[in-house]
């Protein structure tokens, strides 16, 4: 059941051209599955909803997706080695520790785990 005002859609932005290298990216980090809806459009299911599109109308702020971990020195270690840039190492906050790193289009998330 969807309620008003959850979260339900993440879409982020890809530079034209870049949309390969982004889901080749999303596939060796993190397992992720896509379909793709024409040359500039890839949608991931991934337990938020959301997707990359590859023609973006004007240079927004942009969201700071924040993805669970198990193991997050694990984690930390699969996205490096799938090219992602560690932007902010491994550090506590409130309700656990996370980490930040930045996607081949230049996107940053965060990763965090309870531990």
């Not at 702020?61 to 932007?87: C, M, N, Q, R, W």
């Not at 902010?88 to 906050?93: C, G, V």
């Amino acid at each position: 059941m969807r309620k008003t005002g959850k979260l339900d859609y993440l879409e982020m932005p890809a530079p034209k051209g870049s949309i390969d290298s982004l889901k080749a990216f999303y596939v060796r980090a993190f397992d992720w599955a896509f379909t793709d809806y024409g040359p500039s459009y890839s949608a991931y299911s991934e337990g938020l909803d959301g997707g990359f599109d590859g023609t973006p109308e004007s240079d927004l702020s942009k969201p700071l997706p924040v993805l669970y971990s198990e193991d997050l020195e694990a984690t930390l270690a699969a996205v490096t080695e799938a090219g992602g840039t560690i932007v902010k190492e491994i550090f506590p906050f409130p309700g656990g520790r996370r980490f930040h790193f930045t996607d081949p289009a230049g996107n940053e998330l965060a990763v965090w785990s309870e531990t």
